[in-house]
């Protein structure tokens, strides 16, 4: 399956963060040491593009590992058993210095449509704004539609770097009609 383009969704502030509530016996705990191998876990059950590894874990966290236990949440079921995961991280500084970045958002599948990504998004928006960043932006594929869905509900809107881009939102438009995408265009910014 192809994941389409790399597409940029952007939250203009982060107050009025929806509160999404745990279904009973969940909770969400912040990250401890050996939980990479949790993370991989989670990730290697939830990535339908691709292969992630340990190596992706290093990749994307390794420099700044000190910091986990302050950015990474982990969604936990009745038994104590992860079973999702979503990094509050540092933005890129050419893209907004003011903003953070939603990162890794992941559910294993027997768990998906539960309504479990919703309170994970909500405590991880509530931790960007705890950690003292005004706005968020997040990087998805256009094949995951339900990930974007998701991210129009929590106040995320498309944000078009090139031509490119604004093709690949009209097609994920095409794909969730009746969303709010209904109501933007999309042209390049140049």
């Known amino acids: 399956m192809d994941r389409g383009l790399n597409i940029m969704m952007v939250r203009a502030v982060l107050d009025g963060v929806p509160s999404c509530p ?22 290697t059950a939830a990535e339908l593009f691709g292969s992630v590894g340990p190596e992706t874990f290093a990749r994307e966290f390794g420099d700044r590992a000190d910091l986990l236990p302050e950015r990474q949440l982990y969604l936990c079921d009745a ?25 890794w958002v992941a559910v294993v ?54 031509e490119a881009e604004g093709a690949a939102w009209r097609r994920v438009r095409e794909r969730l009609a009746g969303s709010p995408l209904d109501d933007l265009t999309f042209e390049d910014p140049a």
């Open 109 to 162: 599948p027997e768990m998906q449509g539960r309504g479990l990504a919703k309170p994970l998004m909500s405590a991880v928006l509530v931790r960007l704004r705890e950690l003292g960043y005004r706005r968020a932006y997040l990087i998805t594929q256009e094949a995951r539609v339900a990930a974007v869905n998701l991210y129009l509900r929590f106040g995320f809107l498309p944000e078009v770097r090139d």
């Open 22 to 43: 745990l279904p009973e016996g969940f909770s969400i705990r912040r990250y401890r040491p050996g939980d990479e191998k949790v993370w991989t876990r989670i990730w």
């Open 79 to 103: 038994a104590g058993h992860e079973v999702g995961t979503a990094a509050a991280w540092f933005g890129r500084s050419d893209i907004d210095p003011e903003a953070g970045l939603v990162h």
